[in-house]
C-alpha cells in the first residue's frame, strides 16, 4: 500500500508520513516480490508443506484424486503408446522409469515379487509391449505396493528422475514454488528430454527462455511462466496420446493469473473437468 500525504496534514505529521512512504516503498517491494513478478521469495517445492500440495497437484491430473499415497498399487495399460502406467507419477514399463523402480526395489528386498520380472520390464523397454508381464506382473506390483521398501522405492525413483531436477532447475532460473511445480510436472508428464513423438522438458524451456527471460535474469515470473506454459500446451498437442490441455489452462494458468508464485493456499482448479481444491495449511 502506497502512502500518500495529504496536504492538510500539519508538518510534523506530513514529515512523519513521508518518512513512513519512504521505508515502505524500500521495504515493502520486497515483501510482495512474489505477486510483482520478479522472482519469489518463501519455501521453495521441497519443502515438505508444498511438496505434498504438489503431489495432490499432480495426482488430481493423473489419478483424478487428490489422495496420491493410495497409487503406489495402481497399475494398468492407458493405450498411450507407452506400456504399463503405475505407481505415483506414472512409471511407465516403455520409458525404463518403472524398470529403475523394480531395480531399487530388489537393491533393498532381494527375492521380492517383482524381482523376476526385471528380464522382461528390459525388454520391453522403449516399447508398449506387456510380453513376459501381463496379469502375474500387476498382481505382483499391486502386491509391492504393501511393503514400505516398494514405496520407498517409488518415492526416490521420482525425487531422483523428476522431482530433484526439476526444482533445481526452476531454483536457477529464480522460479518461486509454482514455477517449481509447473516445471516438476512437466517432468512428471514429458520427461526431461524429447522421444518418440513426445516433447521433452528441455525443448520447453528453451522454447520458453526464447520468448521471455526468467526472474533469474530480471525477468517477469508471470510473463515467463506464461512463456513456458505456452511451449506446453503446444508440446501437449503434438504428441498423439495427449490433446486436453485443462492441466495447463484451468489449472496452473490459473494460479499464474491468481499470483499464487508460493502455491498458497486456498488452490482451486479444474483438471479433465473434475474440481479440485486444497484449503490448507
Given amino acids: 500500500m502506497k502512502l500518500v500525504p495529504r496536504s492538510r496534514l500539519a508538518p510534523a505529521r506530513s514529515l512523519v508520513t513521508a518518512l513512513a512512504t519512504a521505508l515502505v516503498v524500500l521495504s515493502g517491494c520486497s515483501a510482495s516480490g512474489a505477486g510483482s513478478g520478479k522472482g519469489s521469495a518463501g519455501p521453495g517445492l521441497d519443502d515438505p508443506a508444498k511438496k505434498e500440495i504438489a503431489m495432490q ?4 491430473a493423473e489419478n483424478a484424486t487428490l489422495d496420491w499415497k493410495a497409487q503406489y498399487k495402481y497399475i494398468q495399460d492407458i493405450d498411450d ?135 533469474s535474469r530480471g525477468g517477469d515470473e508471470t510473463t515467463y511462466l506464461n512463456a513456458f506454459l505456452d511451449a506446453r500446451v503446444t508440446a501437449i498437442r503434438k504428441e498423439p496420446s495427449h490433446s486436453d490441455t485443462s492441466r495447463i489452462e484451468t489449472a496452473q494458468r490459473v494460479f499464474v493469473r491468481e499470483g499464487r508464485f508460493g502455491l498458497e493456499t486456498p488452490l482451486r482448479w479444474k483438471v479433465y473437468g473434475d474440481s479440485y481444491r486444497i484449503d490448507g495449511p
Fill in 57 to 60: 497437484l499432480v495426482s488430481s
Fill in 81 to 215: 503408446g507407452r506400456g504399463y502406467t503405475a505407481g505415483i507419477i506414472g512409471f511407465c514399463s516403455g520409458t525404463g522409469d518403472m524398470l529403475k523402480v523394480v531395480e531399487r526395489y530388489a537393491a533393498t528386498r532381494p527375492g521380492n515379487p517383482l524381482e523376476r520380472f526385471l528380464p522382461a520390464l528390459r525388454a520391453v523397454e522403449g516399447s508398449d509391449a506387456h510380453d513376459g508381464l501381463g496379469r502375474p506382473f500387476t498382481d505382483a506390483w499391486a502386491e509391492a505396493s504393501a511393503d514400505a521398501a516398494f514405496r520407498s522405492a517409488q518415492d526416490a525413483e521420482r525425487d531422483h528422475s523428476y522431482f530433484d531436477p526439476a526444482v533445481r532447475q526452476a531454483k536457477d532460473d529464480g522460479l518461486g514454488a509454482l514455477g517449481q511445480f509447473i516445471y516438476y510436472d512437466a517432468y512428471v508428464m514429458h520427461g526431461a528430454a524429447d522421444s518418440g513423438g513426445t516433447v521433452g522438458f528441455r525443448t520447453m524451456r528453451r522454447e520458453a527462455l526464447a520468448a521471455a527471460e526468467p526472474p
